[in-house]
């Protein structure tokens, strides 16, 4: 009878924890933004990009530095600098590295999710979903929380979307109208200013040059 409850025991919590995600303590090594990191795991240092999440750019080649992009950082930086236990969690239904060799993972300062706590503060959105992973439910309220509090990265969206909108539904006549103002605008700024003519015509004719030569060709 001992050796059936032995059995029963290891056939049932066997796959519990075959499907447990795997968790590594680790030690921060450097701060790269808001949602990469470098950290020191098993004496081996790795960098790691933070799943589910996409955080404003500080140093894109294109994109330069975003709205929040610093702030995101900063908080980031300064969560696990302070952080007494940090946990990376690897999601069993991601993939442990991402196409840049990076580690992909949940990232836990003293029992927090970090990724959590830069959603609630509006540093970060929900992104990069390719699976049901463990913890995107909890981001995606947080998410909806943070976008009806119009903090962070969403607290400009309302407004913008508004003055898109006005913009849109503008009378043509007014289009029209606003169009010529500025190029009226634009005619007595160039009289008085000479430096910007001469640009403007320098550059003007260059274009009028090329779009010939190209005709004729």
């Not at 029963?8 to 447990?20: E, K, Q, Y």
């Not at 933004?33 to 080649?61: C, N, Q, S, W, Y």
């Amino acid at each position: 009878m001992k050796k059936i409850i032995i059995f029963i025991t290891i056939f049932f919590c066997f796959p519990l924890v075959c499907l447990a995600n795997e968790k590594q303590t680790v030690k921060l090594n450097e701060c790269v933004d808001g949602d990469t990191a470098k950290f020191t795991m098993k004496d081996e240092t790795i960098k790691v990009r933070f799943l589910a999440v996409d955080t404003p750019e500080t140093k894109h080649p294109t994109k330069g530095e975003e709205p929040f992009g610093e702030e995101a950082s900063e908080f980031t930086c300064k969560s696990l600098s302070n952080a007494k236990k940090i946990v990376l969690e690897f999601d069993d239904k991601s993939g442990k590295t991402d196409k840049y060799n990076r580690y992909l993972a949940w990232v836990f300062i003293d029992n927090k999710l970090l990724q959590n706590e830069l959603v609630k503060r509006g540093l970060a959105d929900v992104k990069y979903l390719y699976g049901k992973y463990t913890y995107t439910d909890e981001l995606k309220t947080s998410l909806e929380k943070a976008k009806e509090d119009k903090i962070g990265i969403w607290s400009n969206k309302k407004e913008d979307n508004d003055l898109n909108e006005f913009v849109k539904n503008l009378d043509i006549r007014y289009k029209v109208i606003i169009t010529i103002i500025l190029l009226i605008l634009f005619c007595i700024y160039l009289h008085y200013d000479k430096k910007a003519r001469k640009k403007f015509l320098r550059k003007g004719k260059k274009e009028l040059e090329t779009y010939i030569n190209k005709k004729i060709k």
